[in-house]
């Protein structure tokens, strides 16, 4: 049997049916794997805090808290308003830019530390 979910967004008098909006179980199964992903990342980050040293931690701490929020609320801004220019395409393209510039990011942090440990004979 396939559930379908339905969330319901109140307008400002009542609920309209216009206002339901149907997930199919594919849509349920995206947004648990994202939260998943995103959750995990969470975790590992504040494993890496929690294990700085005791004077320092909750300033660290503070300081990725404020970042993690802050930056989900610049990027929730930033999605609602490309998407009101253009759709998906508008929405997903400044995305996938910043996903291409963060994975070039790591790999020449990589090549970068891998070159200097050679260098320094370990």
Known sequence: MLLIRQIVVKSKSAYRR??????????LWRTRCLDFGLQSGQIASQTHILGLGDE?????????????????A?????????WSFGGWTSACGPSLALI???????ILNWKNEHQSSHMNGE
């Open 56 to 72: 320092i931690r909750a300033r660290v701490n503070t300081l990725y808290m404020a970042a993690t929020f802050g930056g989900g």
């Open 100 to 106: 291409a510039a963060a994975g070039t990011m790591l």
């Open 74 to 82: 610049a990027g929730s801004f930033a999605g609602v308003l490309a």
């Open 18 to 27: 216009s206002d339901i909006v149907t997930l199919s179980p594919e849509d």
